[in-house]
């Protein structure tokens, strides 16, 4: 009996467990808050990381050649030029982002100047299109 009542008594639990939540829940905050700025980076990495594959000229052109009566074709391609596919990819990016942040948001768009969302749309009673008018509704 007189360990439980120094159990009850006991009071050193009761600081350290509030100090594990507190500091737990700032941990999780934080990890939250650091896991979207490091989403955010590898984003404009992988970004200036397309812009430099775009950025290289990958034009080539092979000739073709005869020898001994046979005959290999030759082979040519020849990319755009670099600066209007650095605009044609800006221009996806800069799409894509837009939408991204369209669809992250999308009921605060419908709300109206007030901050409240629009109010349900009334629906009109179904009516029958093919009634016999000799047909009585009352019962």
């Not at 391609?77 to 650095?86: A, M």
């Not at 942040?101 to 109010?119: L, T, V």
Request: aromatic letters at 6%; a negative charge; glycine letters at 8%.
């Amino acid at each position: 009996m007189n360990i439980f009542t120094r159990f009850l008594q006991d009071e050193r639990g009761f600081v350290l467990s509030a100090e594990t939540v507190l500091l737990g829940t700032v941990g999780v905050i934080g990890a939250t808050v650091g896991l979207g700025a490091v989403a955010e980076s590898v984003n404009d990495e992988l970004t200036e990381v397309a812009m430099a594959f775009r950025s290289l000229d990958q034009s080539y052109k092979v000739e073709g050649s005869s020898r001994c009566g046979a005959w290999v074709a030759g082979s040519q391609f020849t990319q755009t030029p670099v600066e209007q596919s650095l605009k044609e990819l800006a221009a996806e990016i800069d799409a894509a982002k837009a939408k991204a942040k369209a669809d992250e948001k999308p009921d605060e768009m419908k709300k109206d100047k007030d901050g409240d969302p629009p109010p349900p749309k009334k629906t009109k009673p179904n009516k029958k299109k093919n009634k016999d008018p000799d047909e009585d509704d009352s019962v």
